[in-house]
């Protein structure tokens, strides 16, 4: 049978309002320990900018006033904004259209620095070594400003001391690394051009985005979270569709129906593409889920009790969270998970070797509760019939490298069941990450 249907899209609409009501919320985490990226700090550094080159354009001005007429090369053409050379040219002009010109050059620039996007790292370091740099250039054109209003013999070297620190000032617009380095893109912008930086929300795109900057997955950092949901967290709320689950302390999110078919939800990358996929998903078992008994082997069906993570349409496959029956009863190897001692389940060749299967059952017989004292997917637990099945050194994270093509697919979630059966296998925490 086909998917319950549901409306993805407005599902993982309401999903990330639901994750920004969350996350969003800048009280939830310790500015002083998170780098949290906001406008403030560029703010501060576009100010700082601005009021050097409008100290240029008044130092110009003087200069224009103590050298007078003096005769000097002319040019011909004003200078393009942010070009060096063209205002060096500009600077040993002979008339005060030329001075004018460059003044309005400057001008120019101040507008376009006050104008950037606010793409920045909120890097105190990084933003502290720009400003010092034009410090120092500002405190040199002054010295030399203080030198033509004492005299005018020495105007020339002067205007010299002044085009210097200009040029210099330019460079650390235009061409200073570390000013690049804050028109980022992705969570791995951020991490090449400052790889010490911290996991935390990063204002990249005009969006707060999770960047994490750990050895996720073996695979360095530079990581932007896709999807997050933990249900540990009392404020926390299931996506629209799932049904909601409580146990003593325990709260989870599984499918909505106990019929065949599958709930879901999906993430949407926002101006971003992606190889390499990292999460990892935490569950439970509800009832009498039997893994892969009964697979029709097709991945845009109900082909398991549990989990199905794919991207795209049609779906491809990334990973596969499977939950079986029992943990300590072989029963003919027909119900439990394919990895366990004695199972005579096969896996479909869309899945491979990237699934995770696991039982949260203890007993012998069968129960219409939801097992919360072993969590699934979570290298935790795992029975002497299991062994096999927690060998893997990453869990509970996952990961899939698709090698070198750029995805911009949502990623898809969905909870699947393949009877009529009371079973399920709802999620108390997921996370996934992309780069």
């Known amino acids: 049978m086909a998917d319950s249907n549901q409306d993805y899209a ?108 606010a793409y920045t790292v909120n890097n105190s370091e990084a933003l502290n070594d720009i400003m010092e740099s034009t410090s120092q250039q500002l405190k040199s054109i002054i010295g030399s400003l203080t030198t033509i209003e004492g005299t005018t013999t020495e105007t020339a070297g002067s205007v010299n001391d002044i085009l210097i620190g200009v040029n210099q000032i330019l460079n650390i617009t235009n061409a200073s690394q570390l000013l690049n380095t804050l028109q980022t893109l992705s969570c791995l912008d951020v991490y090449n051009a400052q790889p010490n930086s911290p996991s935390g929300y990063y204002h990249i795109n005009s969006e707060n985005v999770y960047c994490n900057m750990d050895n996720l997955c073996g695979q360095g950092g530079g990581w932007t979270r896709l999807a997050y949901l933990n249900m540990a967290d009392g404020t926390s709320n299931c996506p629209t569709g799932f049904k909601y689950y409580q146990t003593g302390g325990v709260r989870a999110c599984g499918r909505q129906s106990n019929q065949i078919g599958c709930t879901g939800t999906s993430f949407t990358p926002t101006h971003l593409s992606y190889s390499k996929v990292c999460g990892k998903v935490i569950g439970y078992q509800y009832g009498s889920t039997e893994g892969l008994l009964g697979s029709n082997g097709n991945i845009n069906s109900h082909y398991l009790d549990g989990i199905s993570i794919t991207y795209g349409s049609p779906r491809n496959h990334i990973w596969t969270l499977i939950s079986g029956l029992r943990q300590n009863n072989i029963d003919g190897g027909f119900y439990n998970c394919p990895c366990s001692q004695g199972s005579v389940q096969t896996v479909p060749g869309f899945i491979g070797d990237n699934y995770y299967c696991e039982s949260g059952n203890p007993h012998f017989g069968i129960f219409n509760q939801l097992f919360t004292d072993d969590p699934l997917w979570d290298g935790e637990g795992c029975s002497t019939l299991e062994t096999n099945c927690c060998t893997n050194k990453t869990l509970p994270w996952f990961y899939r490298d698709f090698g070198n093509v750029s995805i911009t697919d949502p990623i898809e979630l969905r909870i699947c069941g393949n009877q009529n059966d009371l079973e399920d296998s709802p999620v108390g925490l997921y996370e996934i990450y992309v780069k």
């Open 10 to 117: 407005a599902e993982n609409k309401n999903f990330e309002e639901m994750e920004i009501d969350y996350d969003g919320n800048p009280q939830e985490f310790d500015v002083q320990r998170k780098i949290h990226i906001a406008s403030a700090p560029y703010e501060k550094f576009q100010c700082f900018i601005v009021v050097g080159l409008l100290v240029i354009i008044l130092a110009l001005n003087l200069v224009l006033v103590a050298i007078g007429s003096a005769n000097l090369n002319q040019v011909s053409d004003p200078p393009p904004a942010c070009d060096s050379n063209a205002i060096t040219g500009a600077l040993m002009s002979s008339n005060s259209d030329q001075f004018s010109g460059l003044s309005q050059t400057l001008q120019d620039l101040s507008d376009q620095i006050s104008n950037q996007s």
